[in-house]
């Protein structure tokens, strides 16, 4: 594969933006705003729900209300959060507060959703006014991981009204920050607020052409980095409407249904690098095994490609029973998935023991779709779980009356998510959509937990779910999102405790078990309730968004 390689940038002392460094790029398309009361609505019957340049992009400014409303949810006294987290390199303290949040960004968050330009790229354009609100998003953005002090507040705000400053002209710049807040307001319990900017950055992406093999080349500057970055947008923001989509159950991932010939984006070292290869096209990928094709395609393609069978399960009428055509034909596509994954990309752990974001994200989300493929066809009641509404309304699952191989998928998956916790990696350094997926598997883990007794497979149960509320604690330190989440989950394991105490004290209940398995159980379940009580002790969050948003 040929590479291309974009310039080494130039060397930049500072990230402020008074820097006198030359501008690389122009911003990208440019579009009018015109009226919001133009704008589609999510309520468009499925289908291609935008003709070219046909719908608008809301030039509101945002009100003191709107301004108001974030003030409760990013006060004051939000500031850094203690524990690993923090692990910002020894002389961050000395650059300028602008500095100190871009490069918070850079550390902590970047290559979760990685479009924006690496940042020695980045640095390059700094001065030209299309990147204010990029930067101003980033900046805030990467104070979340950091003390700030009183600028939290300041810093959304200003984010928010560049991005919506109505002379503003909307480019793709406009688009990658508000791809940033879209993803911050979702972890943060904003869900509504998300959806509406996601609305918003649809419909201009679709305006501007993102979606189009020609966008990138037309506004890179022939410069291959740049380029790559364009690429990025487009699938990240299609892959952040699947997420949202798909963990939510509220929206129904638009783009999904928007033609697109937009070429895949490549690995994550040689986008960081600038040695971009020649891009390859999803048909190469989707055809591979049919074509020969023995090239290497990045774990971001794979990504997308769970994105894309996302989509379809999401696309499936209603299913009829377990026997229903659609449920195999998604259960084939979920399974090809995995069976012709190159050996590299089998675990989201490199060789050398370095996390694959892209590839973490990817079986992340193929395990998410099994869950809500079988789930409804299992053997798990969910009415113990009824509660957990965090991140999607409650689906009832009936009992049935045999171990069936839905049970076994959906058991199964839920495990694995549990296992993806356990990488030796910082579980900040995943997308905070993972607080979705994991409260998914606790749904299942718990809904076991509470139906069956298996003495050689409870307590293997049990590790699970603490180890679901562990990650939790770990997460909610900056997602407030998780920290939902898991006191609903410390609720639910609770209820569930009584029930099984109040169901032990009956002796019909221990027929055919010894005096010694009896005492381990009930042991067993005290330590866990225990560790449950006492988890949100642990590791309670301090400051961040984790406290703030309660």
């Known amino acids: 594969m040929p590479q291309v390689t974009s310039p080494p940038p130039p060397s930049t002392a500072s990230s ?24 589609p609505s999510f ?69 979760s959703h990685p479009f924006v330009l690496p940042k020695p790229y980045l640095l390059t354009l700094i001065g030209e006014p299309s990147l204010e609100p990029l930067l101003a998003a980033a900046r805030w953005v990467g104070s979340l991981f950091i003390d700030v002090g009183s600028a939290r507040q300041a810093l959304f705000q200003e984010a928010y009204q560049l991005i919506y400053e109505p002379q503003r002209p909307k480019d793709g710049f406009v688009v990658q920050a508000m791809m940033l807040l879209i993803v911050v307001l979702d972890g943060s319990c904003e869900n509504d607020k998300a959806r509406e900017i996601l609305g918003d950055a649809e419909t201009l992406a679709v305006q501007l052409g993102l979606n189009t093999r020609a966008f990138a080349s037309h506004h890179g500057r022939n410069l291959p980095v740049m380029e790559e970055s364009w690429r990025r947008t487009w699938w990240d923001l299609f892959i952040i409407d699947a997420m949202i989509a798909g963990v939510h159950r509220v929206t129904n991932f638009l783009l999904f249904d928007v033609p ?21 096209t999803l048909q190469d990928l989707e055809n591979k095994e049919f074509s020969g094709d023995d090239r290497d395609f990045s774990s971001f ?71 809500m493929l079988h789930q409804p066809f299992s053997q798990l009641d969910t009415t113990p779980t009824q509660a957990i509404t965090s991140c999607a309304p409650y689906q009832p699952v009936a009992t049935g009356n045999v171990f069936n191989a839905h049970t076994r998928h959906t058991i199964t998956s839920a495990c694995a998510i549990s296992e993806l916790i356990t990488h030796r990696v910082p579980l900040l350094s995943h997308t905070h959509f993972f607080t979705c997926v994991i409260t998914l598997s606790s749904i299942v883990h718990l809904s076991k937990w509470a139906v069956f007794f298996v003495p050689h497979d409870d307590d293997d149960l049990r590790q699970k779910i603490r180890l679901n509320i562990g990650a939790l604690n770990k997460l909610s330190t900056v997602w407030s999102a998780a920290n939902g989440a898991r006191n609903q989950i410390r609720a639910v394991a609770r209820d569930i405790y009584q029930l099984k105490k109040q169901q032990q004290n009956d002796p019909q209940f221990w027929i055919g078990y010894s005096q010694q398995e009896m005492l381990n159980s009930m042991a067993a379940d005290d330590d866990i309730i225990t560790e449950v009580e006492n988890a949100d002790m642990l590791q309670r969050p301090q400051h961040g968004m984790g406290s703030g948003m309660q």
């Open 16 to 39: 402020g933006e008074g820097s006198n460094a030359p501008v690389l790029m122009d911003p990208g398309a440019v579009v009018k705003t015109v009226l919001p009361s133009q704008r």
């Open 43 to 111: 309520g468009a019957p499925s289908g291609v729900p935008y003709a070219t340049g046909a719908y608008p992009f809301d030039n509101a400014p945002p009100t003191n209300a709107d301004l108001q409303l974030y003030r409760s949810y990013f006060p004051d006294n939000a500031a850094g959060v203690s524990g690993p987290k923090q692990q910002i390199p020894p002389n961050l303290e000395t650059f300028s507060l602008a500095d100190r949040c871009l490069d918070s960004f850079f550390y902590h968050f970047h290559a």
């Open 260 to 280: 697109s010939d937009v070429q895949l984006p490549c690995e994550e070292l040689q986008f960081l690098s600038g040695n971009i290869p020649g891009p390859m």
């Open 301 to 371: 393609a794979y990504r997308i490609l769970c994105g894309r069978n996302l989509g379809r399960f999401m696309r499936t009428p209603p299913m009829q029973g377990p026997d229903d055509d659609n449920l195999a034909r998604i259960e084939a596509l979920l399974t090809n998935w995995r069976l012709h994954l190159p050996q590299n990309k089998k675990d989201s752990l490199q060789r050398n023991g370095v996390l694959d974001e892209m590839m973490f994200q990817a079986h992340m989300m193929m395990h998410a779709t099994s869950i």
